[in-house]
């Protein structure tokens, strides 16, 4: 018993070490500016056991997440973001060991060129898990966080997930790399007469 004990602290020891950080450092997102975010709940399918969160609830903490985490890049290309929460669940109080649910929330990531008028991305799905802390991970967060505190920990996390993967598409498919100025251009075209 002792050392299964020990075995579920150390883990849960680990596992808080990995915790997201609002102040990471920033990914290499090129050229990337947000222009606007907008998040949408309205939709939203509660999981049967969680605790209540009205869609103003989750709009306002997905939006200022995303305003904190893409809002601090500062590129000279506009681009919106749409976040659409599809489900969540909110770990209400569990038994300690025996049922310490984590909280989730399932997104869709819209991303929207704005100079271009149009879409790099529609409907990509995103789904994260509350981060846990050595209590968390014992007793569940439903003891130790409340419910605006398991909403705020998820946004964040769905807005690191969101980060990351557009650091991913920039490297990978060269999203947000840096536009030819069209009168340089133009410049560069020899005379025809």
Known sequence: MIRRAFLVASMAALLGCAQTQIDEAPEDLGEFKLRVNYAFADKAVQGPVSRDATPDEWTAAIENAVDIRLGRYQGSQEYDI???VEGFMLAPPGVPILLSPRSTAIVLVNVYDVERKEFLAKAHQIQ???DTSGQS??????YIRDKEEQMS???LNVADKVEEWLAAQHKAEGWFDKR???ASVDAEVPDAG
């Open 128 to 130: 994260v898990l509350e």
């Open 82 to 84: 749409g976040i659409s």
């Open 180 to 182: 030819q100025d069209p």
């Open 137 to 142: 991970a014992v007793v569940g967060s439903g």
């Open 153 to 155: 920990g998820l946004s």
